[in-house]
């Protein structure tokens, strides 16, 4: 039976409202800062102005003595309760990674650390009041630039004596999954195409719209914490550790979080710290970032230098792709922050045929802001470097951008197929999906009106930009994340529990944060019991709840949470079958289930399966040795990823004499396999498609040389609004993913992925001929302008060599167990 | 302490409140009127948006005691009843919204655009709501929910609630 004969279709690919609207827009929402508990005392933090310095006093008598203040803490306070802040994914078994302290003691390493907080009877005499503690420093030398904190000149943490975190080497010819990259190179050299390019992926900042928020009461018989997080059930783990009480002794709620896009995917210092005071106090404790404070010290993404060497045929059929990668993790090791570019190290080989790969990866600590996940995490920045090579490529060829990705994609007809960097992909059809892009965007016409604007000089010049992107959802089978290194499983929890009355209670451990679990897994619950999807109700983001789970990240909510649902559902009709045929008066083997009814084979006597739950429930009359139960519950642990793909197509007008870059349309063809709402999916594209494009346009987080965050709030960093941004034509093919029962591949990070380089290809395209090859993101005008008037232009706008590459150790080798 | 009197969605309110204090922490932390949120420091990210007097203002912006003797309607006295007001309603019909922290003041600043421009074109609504970040939705359906609203309720998307 495929994956799609066994998918109902009642409720499954129908656009239903969202159960979660009503109180979210009305104003009744259950966000962290919402709540307020008798008694609850406010903290406000005291951070460091500096990047990297000692503590040599903290004056906190004036604090202390201001109005409503109940205590000042200090890192000294802490010292011998708060631990480290632990990591979950050392990356490899001898990575350096220095202590984490939840607030600083005697030393900070970046701009923005905590090392005091002020405890006061409300939020405003706390920060009245933190403004009164005074904080000596002695300030030391900073490592703010990832290149130069290669050379080690620097040192973030002079106890470690190294930048370096960590190196990892993937090479396919050591794997067995490929060539060698160095004969591919040379072949190249003589007689071939080798296209050398650096990018940089540049410091972001997630900027989820509710500020993290942490709420604690430590006074009843379990430690409570509402927590504005991603990660309830791994937050619970962590604090079972860093305080060495038992899980069961804690309860961390996630309410309604708003926004997370992989930036609430962290157990934080302020997490901890809020914590730590509830329980010092004795009082129910709440701290609520601020806006500047968000920016400046929850988690940054992307922050990477990345090498790339593509070797080619001289008809542009690729031979070989070697990446090199430097990483800047910011000051400490985060959650997974260590792990990103390792996510998508499987993905710089993309949908295309690669016959030798290597990546090289080094991280190194720096004195800014912790890097860690962000919306695709690794692999937006995979995909955009190889998108970005093959428009290089195609330019040396000279044929057209598509034509280079046709020569070199897997055929629909090669799945499964296993790449070069040993996934299996399981299905797709890059040719389905590029045919229907290419017409609903209207390829051929905007080729030829941007041959006739080139022709007539046309001071607005027009660019085509594609994107053919593939990414591995479903994170994770739970043996490739330990053959990862990754400190836990990637399997899923599901309950269904059936009310007396027939009314369904479906638990998930992969806790939402806006994404509409609450109406798809209704949808998904309603189909496989056949029960109507009022009758549906779905719990999460509670520990005391859903007891078990991974929580949500990597688009796995739907294939891995979604699977474990239908597992647990199709448990609950076995339980209940013996208990029909016992009522029905006939054989287990004569019953038959479909759309909610149990029915004897060949006859019109049958029964409902809210009329067994009621049965169940009165227990009256069942067959002996069954329990008057039909819960059940199932933990699913996906034996692969899914493989999402799309071809994206981007217009961008760019105006030669001022720079300025202006989106024109946006077309894109998702193949995400089965879609369980199609409303839902449309919501997530869209906003993803958003966030890339704000990548490749103007998101940037920036460090002046002291090491203060100079885009500290919404004025200097740019998020996009309704006015910079366009309505999106957006379309899907349907290779359903054979690793799920229901077909499904995660469409949560898919449009980050494309568009980013969708965008930067058009506005290269715009202005190729008159030289231009590459314009490093945020694609500002002043950037495109200078590429374009640079001299002999045909440059990179900034970064030249980089002589410190010549420093990876390709002979090391980390990769034990490394690929799927 | 100053002494101030308000109508907050229909219902007067008289109260003492520090001469700093926000409307919208005056709104969330005296009233509990947690609809409306706080999502920035610098009145650029619009979560906090409220009508005074039946135009939209981020309440991070204005003193509690600036709103003295006038009316205030928030995100929760828009519906009545069980009857959501009609830009409420196409935000759910058009899925304009994920998360939902910014759509409080999305939606009522949507009002106010809708007030000024009642059949609005598609830029007219992307530029009415150009003071209130959105990070989920991309803006896509956020712009199709207000143009939802003028055409399925006229010139009455606009106006509603306990103004």
New interface residues.
Partial sequence: MTATQDRPTAEIGRDR??K???R??????R?T??I?LPGMLHLAMVRSPFAHATITGIDTEAAAGAPDVVAVVTGRDLADVQGSIPTAWNITTDQKSPPHPAMAVDRVAFAGEVVAAVVARSA?AARDAAELVDVDYDEHPAVLDLKKAADDSTLAHPDLGTNKSAFWQFDSAGAGTGGSIDEAIEQARSGGILIEREYRQQRLIP?????RSFVCDPNGEQLVLWSATQIPHITRFFLAAVLGIPESKIRVIAP????G?GGKLQFVPEEIITVLVARRTGKPCKYTE???ESLMAAHHGRDQWQRLTLAADSEGTVTGLKVDLLCDLGAYAGTVGGGVPILGAFMYNAIYKFPAYQFNCTNYYTNKTLTDAYRGAGRPEATFAIERLMDELAAEVGVDPLEIRERNWIGHEEFPFSTVAGLEYDSGNYEAATAKAKESFGYDELRAEQRQRRESGDRVQLGIGISTFTEMCGLAPSRVLGALNYGAGGWEHAQVRMGGTGKVEVVTGASA????HETAFSQIVADRLGVPFEDVEVLHGDTQISTKGYDTYGSRSLVVGGEALVRAADKVIEKAKPIAAHLLEASADDIEFESGRFSVRGTDQGMGLAEIATAVFAAHNLPDGIEPNLDSEATFDPVSFSYPHGTHLCAMEVDTETGEVRMRKYTCVDDIGNIINP??V???V??????GIAQALWEEAVHDEAGTLVSG???DYL?????D?I??DIDHTTSPSTTNTLGTKGVGEA?TIASTPAVVNAVVDAVRHLGVTDVQMPCTPERVWRAIHADGAGGSTEGAAMPHFDDAEPGRDSTEGAGA | MVRISLDVDGDHVSDEV?PRMLLV?YL?EKL???????????S??G?CTVHLDGRSVKSCNVLAVQADGHEVT???G??DGDE?HPV?EA???C?G????????GM?MQAIDVLNEHPQPT?EE???G????????????????SVLYAAEHSGSTAGAGGAQ
């Avoid at chain 1, 900027?207 to 500020?211: L, N, R």
């Avoid at chain 2, 919204?97 to 409080?104: K, S, V």
């Fill in positions: 409202r969202r979660e609207d009503q979210l827009i009305t104003g009744r929402t966000w800062d919402n307020a405003a900027a989820f719209m509710e500020p309604d979080v708003g926004g896009f601020t806006r500047s944060h806006g994404q509409g409303l839902i449309a919501g997530q869209h906003g993803g498609l958003v966030q709030s919404f004025v998020l996009p609004t309704s006015a941004t309505s999106f449009g | 520090e922490q969330r509990g009127k947690t609809g409306t949120v706080v999502g920035c420091d610098t650029n990210c979560a928030t995100i929760e828009l519906a959501l409420q935000f759910r019909e899925h919204l994920q998360c939902g922290f910014c759509t409080p939606i598609e609504v992307r530029l709501l150009e003071g209130n970040l959105c990070r989920c939705t991309g803006y896509h359906n956020i712009v199709k």
